[in-house]
Every structure is written in C-alpha cells, then in structure tokens.
C-alpha cells in the first residue's frame, strides 16, 4: 500500500517538512507517483517511524543516519548511552518497551547518488 504525506502528518503527526529533513538526510527514499506527490510503502511508514521514535530518544538525524550506515550496529550499548545522556540532562526515559529491537532492520542507510 501507498500513502502520502497528508496519510502521514494526519495518522503519525509527522509534517511535510520534517518528512523532506528525513529524505534530506538520506533516511527514507524520494518516491513520486505520476502526479509528482511524494509516497511511502509501508516499511518506508515503519522506518519513519523509528525514526520519530529515534528523534524523541534525543537522537539527531545525523546519529541516525551514522546508525543506519553501519550494518555491525550495536544498538544496545547506543541507546543505553543515549539514556545516560538524556538522564544526567535531566531528561528520562524510563524504559525501552520488550521487542522494540525486534525488526530495526528497516532503519538503514538509503544512497541517494
């Protein structure tokens, strides 16, 4: 299935903005249909969001896209730094929901060259 970015900002909260800052970033693909709007599939819906949930943890699109080209990631050992860091903030997250690392492999890195 197909959705645009109005499917989006409507059932993820995501703008038309930050979807471009993530495509800037080269963390989900540019994909237009044939009148030229923007689309997403659904492990593009997964992979945004990860990504929003990445960004809430207090990482940058920046550290994700590190994250996405590294297929030795670790992700364990990152996070818990980043709850460290988030912790002496000030800033907490109490816990990571079981099974959240369960399908990280739709976060990767997308070539746009």
Do not use: H, Q
């Not at 920046?62 to 990152?78: C, M, Q, S, W």
């Amino acid at each position: 299935m197909e959705y645009g970015a109005k499917w989006i900002r409507e059932n993820l909260g995501i703008s038309r903005d930050e979807l471009r800052s993530y495509e800037k970033a080269g963390l989900i693909p540019i994909k237009k249909d044939g009148c030229f709007y923007r689309t997403y599939n659904d492990n593009e819906i997964e992979r945004i969001w990860y990504i929003r949930v990445f960004k809430g943890m207090g990482y940058t699109l920046k550290e994700l896209r590190e994250i996405a080209e590294n297929d030795d990631f670790d992700y364990g050992p990152t996070i818990e730094d980043k709850i460290k860091e988030l912790d002496l903030s000030g800033n907490k997250i109490t816990e990571i929901p079981e099974g959240f690392f369960d399908n990280m492999t739709n976060l990767e890195y997308v070539d746009l060259n």
